[in-house]
């Protein structure tokens, strides 16, 4: 399977890989304390390394590099839990409401079958450290073609499974929004936009950035393609 993203000629709300949140800086007495915005580089390290609950069921994990690999489910087999950071999809902007950013980045999920499982997760910074403050599920083998923030609320536009699509072969192009409420990350809607066809794919041009689900290596340049009259 070859997997294909526009996120170059997309522009977003925010930038890609630009991650934020806040840092309390102990001002003079009497006066509030300022708000200090991290390197973006260092908010890549801390992310790297976050605890994140709602992905597994049997609890939180703990990322190492981008990376968790679990146990396997079997002694001595070769299945086992694994989730990766998608560092392309981070996104910072204020959706809390309060002082400071928080960054929404999206996970993927397997088990070693055909499923991959999306999930969305939700990040403020707590004493320099990423701290995981909401987690939902996108669904499963779902294809991000864009991710904004606008008005608080997370806005991801997918392809997904319809409801007569086989799980290997989504059509169906549904905007997605989640919001966090009183601590939690809500999906608050999801709107079918249509079927996805070639009038979609048409005028900008498309670069490879997986085959079967292995990022291309650094340095590759990218194969492209472009559709047009049909």
Known sequence: MIRLSDYLRRPAVYSVSSVCAVILVAGCAGSPAPTRTPPEANWMDLIDEATVSGVESSGPIKLAGGVYEGPPYVAGGASRPRTVLIRRTMRRGDLDGGAGDEVAVLLSSSSGGSGEFIHLAVFANDEGAARNIGTAAVGDRVDLIRMNLADRNIVLDVVEAG????????????????????????????????????????????????????????????????????
């Open 163 to 230: 409801p007569t699509d086989a799980m290997c072969c989504p059509t169906l192009l549904t905007t997605k929004e989640y919001r966090l409420e009183l601590g939690r990350l809500e999906h608050v809607s999801n709107e079918p936009m249509g079927k996805l066809s070639l009038s979609i794919l048409e005028g900008p041009e498309w670069s490879l950035v997986e085959i079967d689900g292995q990022r291309l290596p650094e340095g590759v340049k990218p194969a492209t393609f472009k559709v047009a009259d049909g």
